[in-house]
């Protein structure tokens, strides 16, 4: 279990080496710019909510622990909002994030792929991928939604919220997992709930690579890059570890 999830985090080294190969980098400019503006307006909204949220959601009679929950709530904050504009960013950015997942699928077996042939062929499949990443996306979000807000009940339930920051951070890590992975399986039109079945028979490598990203994307900085290194180190991982599980699935249904 622990060196599964260990060689799952891995992947996330593995995924900042793969978006600097050549012939990649061209397909990542569009990811980080996305991720750039989202981010800084994530920070941005964060810091001037910060103390009416934690007004509004700190019992009084928990004021001797203020502390203790303030750094607690200001992660869970972190994690939610950064969590938030994560799924903005790859719903915004789903078109490119297929065509930059099959680019390096590409470099790592050195094969050609739709995109080897030429360059009117790239732009074909960017378009392509536009109408079906867009529409995987929306299936994501609801499969995150019926989940997520439940989970949001956890910050207003006192004592229990002190644990919420933690419950969200696996929470999370499970949910990157299913977002990035999408590229990679997606190019195999694989539908989301083949997709599901894959990362649940391997669900402790899938989680190590949520975990790497999550821990990525609340770090300053480096979170302006956790797009296309988050799709580079999940077609890593798919391309190593899972690509032998698809024909096991069955239909497509």
């Known amino acids: 279990m622990i060196s599964q999830t260990l060689k799952g985090i891995s992947h996330v080294r593995d995924g900042f080496k793969l978006i600097r190969l050549r012939g990649v980098k061209r397909y990542v400019a569009i990811p980080v710019m996305i991720n750039f503006i989202l981010f800084i307006g994530a920070i941005w909204y964060l810091y001037i909510k910060f103390d009416d949220l934690l007004e509004r959601f700190l019992p009084s009679w928990l004021d001797w622990l203020e502390f ?89 339930i006192p004592g229990i919220n002190i644990f919420a920051p933690f419950i969200w951070f696996m929470f999370g890590a499970w949910m990157l997992a299913i977002e990035y992975l999408d590229y990679p399986m997606g190019n195999r039109d694989l539908t989301f709930k083949q997709q599901l079945l894959i990362i649940k028979q391997n669900r402790f490598l899938c989680l190590g690579l949520g975990m790497g990203m999550m821990v990525m994307t609340i770090i300053p900085i480096l979170n302006f890059f956790a797009m296309p290194v988050g799709v580079a180190a999940a077609t890593s991982l798919w391309t190593t570890h899972l690509t032998q599980h698809a024909p096991t699935i069955g239909d497509k249904t």
């Open 68 to 156: 203790l929950i303030w750094p607690l709530f200001f992660i869970a904050c972190l994690l939610v909002i950064f969590f938030t504009f994560t799924i903005i960013a790859n719903l915004l950015g789903a078109p490119f994030n297929g065509v930059l997942s099959e680019k390096i699928e590409q470099q790592i077996t050195d094969q050609k792929t739709s995109l080897s042939d030429n360059q009117s062929a790239g732009y074909l499949k960017l378009l392509s991928g536009a109408r079906i990443g867009i529409s995987n996306e929306f299936r994501k979000l609801f499969y995150i939604a019926i989940r997520a807000i439940p989970l949001l009940l956890l910050f207003i």
